[in-house]
């Protein structure tokens, strides 16, 4: 048979043909890989010196899935239906073909990997791989038989949440499920492989026996079926709420599993297409899109970024302890600075408390966070000691004399090309530089708290932050598992001024007498983690109302502080650090503060305003116009001008619902037209604030969108 592919090579030996799949980076499942593999199985199928197959990957991929980029411009499920009979095809002939398929698992077997693997007819998997089907996080089902596989391999209780939920297992998982049937080390997989083919030519093994459609040992019976149904039907409904794919990959188990699978494969390729033509599917695969090329600028395009191996990290807080995590899980050598010894032992204290999910989760043992920290991290009092560092990250008093103060000194001890990083979440970082010599060195590095958690990470350009200081910052940012969001120096950046934005309405909405409970409702039946209240409480009021000092300040009369939020803020609750603010936590349950309550209807009373009903569609709609116009703004002052980070800031920074798209995503989808119309209403009604953007009239007059597609 042919043996060289373009995306396929073949070895035969002893009658076994290795197919060694490699189509980089990640196996991805395009037309001319999808073209090869038809081609070379016809080959095999007709060559009588082939007597078993064996299927294996390169690197650390056996199989990631399809290319998502070919779907996501379809808008009626008629363009899916000729690409999926075909897959399904091909599939069902290898699966009732003739000679026996081994799939030899050695890296990721995901989506329609994980469909292939299934109908092999063996599979040996390499140790820690991992297998799923992981659709839902892009708003899809399996379309290639996943829903009606691999119940019969694992069961229906293991496949709906395997499904449902998306996240993969590792190989041993798979193993004890029935999923693969060996596992073994990476240098032995293909050998298991070979073995067990020969195992089908001596007889040992029955292809007839070993088809997963013929498998119904695993299927369970009708009562218990609709007993898992029906329990999973209800943690969806509680924990999928906006979101289609888990519904329908229910809906695809609920009516099908049935002995014949013809008909069931035909249904789960239907309701695939239902998934594929949603606005949720287009936004999850825009949002993994621009996940994949976040922090690829044109400006950086062509630099090569400095190599970072040793990072000084000032401060050990909780910012700093955070960020130590990452960079020891980095494989950085990190060097922990701080005031004196006592801020230290906290600090090496706080970074071992950043450790202890992973250890009650038997992910770390004890002795491997001792071996980290001796092997990776050193801790000084002394800046002199930072000498040979690669980048600094400072995370230190917000006060700009203090920053100042250390940036000056370490400008006299580093060497020329160190990276100065601050991670000042409010503090003007073109003004911190001005202290240097060299202030092109100066970037920004907002982390989110909890930093050894929270995917966002703000790159943040000062006005003399130089091309290679970007690029060497962005790769340090993937080097951590970050998404780097490139914006520049202005009050707030970008995320925490778009969600004051985005919540900013909340006050004038109470001051007009809306119930507070019925605007932290809107926000979070919207899709948002919490309500305005509950965020204020958890960031400390004091803190918001100091952030909204600073944008009067600096951004002028549309910025100034609405009177009644003056007035909570006078009642010294600052929220949950103080025990109450607009919530009382003294209880078992958070309950409305009686002093800010107070403080609400002497202000109704006051200015004549009786309480009004507004409805849930309202509170969102008033919400979220105030919230586009602070994005509109922003990219007026140039801030940021890519909709897409600016919406994965907001996704990955705020937990504005994914499923929405991001707040301009949502602004296109809404109109730009009426978003105007409302903030024109809103502007009579509650003042300067809500003056809609010159942006936004101008794209409303041109009939634009923020995305150009």
């Known amino acids: 048979m042919k043996t060289d592919f373009k995306t396929i090579t073949v070895e035969l030996t002893d009658g076994v043909a290795v197919f060694t799949m490699n189509n980089p980076p990640v196996n991805q499942l395009s037309p001319q890989f999808r073209s090869d593999l038809a081609e070379a199985f016809t080959e095999a199928y007709g060559d009588d010196a082939v007597e078993a197959m064996v299927l294996t990957g390169t690197g650390k991929n056996f199989i990631a899935g399809a290319d998502i980029t070919e779907i996501k411009d379809i808008k009626k499920k008629e363009e899916l239906a000729s690409g999926l009979k075909q897959g399904l095809q091909f599939l069902n002939s290898v699966e009732t073909g003739p000679k026996p398929v081994i799939a030899a698992i050695n890296g990721n077997c995901l989506r329609g990997g994980l469909e292939l693997a299934m109908v092999c007819h063996y599979r040996v998997a390499a140790e820690d791989v991992n297998l799923g089907q992981p659709e839902v996080q892009i708003g899809l089902i399996p379309g290639a038989g996943g829903t009606q596989r691999l119940?019969?391999?694992?069961?229906?209780?293991?496949?709906l949440e395997m499904i449902t939920i998306g996240k993969p297992i590792k190989s041993n998982i798979a193993h004890q499920r029935g999923l693969v049937d060996e596992v073994v080390a990476p240098?032995?997989?293909?050998d298991a492989a070979v073995k067990a083919a020969k195992r089908f030519i001596s007889g040992k093994l029955n292809i007839k026996l070993r088809t997963t459609r013929y498998r119904y040992d695993r299927l369970p019976s009708a009562a218990e079926k609709k007993g898992l149904i029906d329990i999973t039907k209800m943690m969806a409904a509680s924990q999928a709420k906006g979101y289609i794919a888990p519904f329908k990959a229910i809906e695809a188990m609920e009516k099908g599993l049935n002995y014949d699978i013809e008909p069931d494969l035909d249904l789960e390729a239907d309701l695939f297409g239902d998934c594929a033509v949603s606005d949720v599917a287009k936004n999850l695969i825009a949002i993994f899109l621009n996940t994949r090329s976040a922090g690829r600028l044109a400006r950086i395009e062509g630099i090569e970024p400095a190599k970072i191996k040793k990072v000084a990290m000032l401060g050990g807080g909780v910012m700093g302890s955070g960020i130590v995590n990452l960079l020891l899980n980095g494989g950085f050598e990190a060097v922990l600075w701080d005031i004196n010894q006592a801020a230290i032992e906290k600090g090496v204290g706080s970074v071992r408390k950043t450790y202890d999910y992973p250890i009650k989760k038997k992910k770390m043992k004890p002795a491997d966070l001792d071996n980290l920290l001796e092997n990776q991290l050193t801790t000084t009092t002394a800046l002199e000691d930072l000498k040979d560092v690669d980048l600094v990250i400072e995370a230190v008093l917000e006060d700009m004399q203090v920053k100042q103060d250390i940036w000056k000194k370490l400008e006299g001890i580093c060497q020329a090309d160190v990276i100065f990083a601050t991670n000042t979440s409010a503090l003007p970082i073109t003004e911190m530089a001005s202290v240097l010599q060299d202030p092109s060195r100066m970037i920004g590095l907002h982390f989110f708290n909890p930093a050894h958690r929270m995917q966002l990470l703000e790159v943040i350009c000062a006005q003399k932050t130089s091309d290679q200081t970007l690029?060497?910052?962005?790769?340090?940012?993937?080097?951590?598992?970050?998404?780097?969001?490139?914006?520049?120096?202005?009050?707030?950046?970008?995320?925490?001024?778009?969600?004051?934005?985005?919540?900013?309405?909340?006050?004038?909405l109470t001051a007009d007498g809306v119930n507070g409970a019925a605007i932290e409702q809107a926000m979070v039946d919207f899709g948002m983690p919490m309500g305005p209240a509950t965020l204020f409480d958890l960031t400390g009021i004091d803190i918001g109302y100091h952030v909204a000092k600073t944008y009067e300040k600096r951004l002028g009369e549309r910025y100034k502080i609405h009177p009644l939020f003056e007035r909570i803020y006078q009642t010294g609750c600052y929220g949950r650090k103080t025990g109450a603010g607009y919530f009382d936590y003294s209880g078992d349950k958070p309950v409305p503060n009686p002093k800010v309550v107070e403080v609400v209807q002497n202000y109704l009373k006051e200015n004549k305003v009786s309480p009004k009903e507004m409805s849930k569609e309202d509170i969102i709609d008033s919400m979220l116009a105030l919230g586009i116009n602070e994005a509109a703004l922003m990219i007026e002052e140039g801030i940021c001008d890519r909709p897409q980070d600016m919406d994965l800031a907001m996704i990955y920074g705020t937990g504005f619902p994914p499923y929405r798209g991001g707040i301009l995503r949502y602004a296109d989808k809404w109109g730009l037209k009426n978003v105007y119309q409302k903030l024109v209403e809103l502007e009579k009604q509650y003042g300067h604030r809500f003056k809609p953007a010159d942006l936004v009239k101008q794209m409303t007059k041109k009939g634009k969108t923020f995305y150009q597609e």
């Not at 707030?492 to 004038?508: D, E, K, M, N, P």
């Open 471 to 508: 690029a060497s910052s962005v790769t340090f940012a993937r080097a951590i598992k970050k998404i780097p969001i490139v914006v520049n120096d202005g009050p707030g950046f970008y995320v925490s001024r778009q969600l004051g934005g985005l919540f900013g309405g909340a006050i004038f």
């Open 187 to 190: 240098e032995k997989l293909v």
């Open 151 to 159: 119940p019969r391999l694992i069961g229906l209780r293991y496949a």
